[in-house]
């Protein structure tokens, strides 16, 4: 059984940060490669960042790359570290797995999501 629960949500101010976690419960996690996405009211579930197995390859969409850093900790976790977050960065916050890939129909495990709001 793989399960998968995010956390770390909020709301946040334009130029602000947060992170937020992954807590992935998966026997191989160190073999694992996973995956952010998000998803804003009325629009398509959108890749944000994956990590390899290992942390030692990290994939980032344009629009958050050099904002945002995907992270592996020493526990079954997974991070992703917001800075200067702006308005359009405002979704529900998925976490993913397994795999690298850009289109999430490729993910079989999901997490329930947490909320991230960015105001002006």
């Known amino acids: 059984q793989v399960q998968l629960a995010e956390s770390g949500g909020g709301l946040v101010q334009a130029g602000g940060s947060l992170k937020l976690a992954c807590a992935a419960s998966?026997?191989?996690?160190?073999?694992?490669?996973l995956g952010w996405f998000r998803q804003a009211p009325g629009k398509e579930r959108e890749f944000v960042a994956s990590?390899?197995?290992?942390?030692?390859?990290t994939y980032y969409a344009d629009s958050v790359r050099d904002r945002f850093t995907i992270s592996r900790g020493d526990a079954k976790n997974v991070y992703l570290q917001m800075n200067n977050l702006k308005v359009e960065d405002t979704a529900v916050y998925y976490c993913?797995?397994?795999?690298?890939?850009?289109?999430?129909?490729?993910?079989?495990?999901w997490g329930q999501g947490t909320q991230v709001t960015v105001s002006s």
């Open positions: 993913a797995g397994p795999g690298l890939d850009r289109d999430y129909r490729k993910y079989r495990y």
């Open positions: 998966i026997h191989s996690f160190k073999s694992t490669a």
């Open positions: 990590i390899s197995y290992n942390g030692d390859s």
